[in-house]
């Protein structure tokens, strides 16, 4: 037998050896990829690895890339007179954002009475005319005029029935509540507030003085506070810093200060009372003691963390204040010019299009997670 089979293989086509020496080589291959792939997850989840490499990668960030070293000194002569200059760039830069600061207060004056007239149709001072009120809708919302006399005998019958309300009900927290930036800062309590809102305006430093905008929250009167204006300032500042002048990027905000708000007896929802039981040490005895704390509230944004001169502040003021900063810009820039169309959702529409490529790629990777573990023969759907 063993006979049979040394002459089959010497019976064997060399070419056909050769395939064979190739097909096992290629298998060894695989064998040795899989396993080195094993081993690189296995690497991965090791967190003393990862942090460890995650360290490795921090120390990189900023690191020179040995460019700059390599180059003859000349070179580097000619390149620290190009850095010079762009020096120079950002100071330039700089008198441009304060020229378009410049613009903002000129074009601000010629918004405003239109601004002002909204706030009187908001608050019911003023009734539009007919011809104010007619909207041209798309053509491909237009409808037939047997359709716009039903809806309009619907109106009509809808009006008949309900009391006529005054001016655009609820009209700025109904802005607020459809953007996600400021609806992550209300709260329930807010609203009832929020419904006396009347206006916001935004008004620029005068010329000459330093570079600011205050945001003017007017109220009609009310239970909850004596106030009919809350106010929030931030301080601006259009120059590069001289220790980084090449991480200017525009003008900064400094710092920014709000006001004080006369709350009503019993009515400061930015406070809470809790009670808290005390055990004495020695006797034993409980006592019940009433303490006063700090509660999530819109109206927080009137009292933000003080700016200390020297600039430093903790981790927690500083995330404060970003987001803070972040929302009174956001706040001056797209809410108050912008406010019916956010009220309507069109300006949200208009968002959330920036967003929807990203959006899909984000659903994608989320269905292939899910996907994942379902094809995970550990995975428990309970747990």
Known sequence: MADMDNKDQAELDPADLEDVEDVEEEETGEDVNSKARQLTVQMMQNPQILAALQERLDGLVGSPSGYMESLPKVVKRRVNALKNLQVKCAHIEAKFYEEVHELERKYAALYQPLFDKRSDIVKAAYEPTEEECEWKADEEEELTEEMKEKAKVEEEKKDEEKEDPKGVPEFWLTVFKNVDLLSDMLQEHDEPILKHLQ???????DPGQPMSFSLEFNFEPNEFFTNTLLTKTYKMRSEPDENDPFSFDGPEIMGC?????????????????????????????????????????????????????????????EAV???????????????????????????????????????????????????????DPDYDPKV
């Open 199 to 205: 206006d916001i305006k935004v008004k620029f430093s």
């Open 321 to 375: 204040l970003a987001a803070d900063f972040e929302i009174g810009h956001f706040i001056r820039e797209r809410i108050v010019p912008r406010a019916v169309l956010y009220f309507t959702g069109e300006a949200i529409e208009d968002d959330d299009d920036d967003y929807d490529e990203e959006g899909e790629e984000a659903d994608d990777e989320e269905g292939e997670e899910e996907g994942e573990e379902e094809n």
């Open 257 to 317: 200060t709000g006001c004080t708000i006369d709350w009503t007896k019993g009515k400061n929802i930015t406070l809470k009372t809790i009670k808290k039981k005390q055990k004495h040490k020695g006797r034993g005895t409980v006592r019940t003691v009433t303490k006063t704390v700090p509660n999530d509230s819109f109206f927080n944004f009137f009292t933000p963390p003080d700016v200390p001169e020297s600039g430093d502040l903790d981790e927690d003021s």
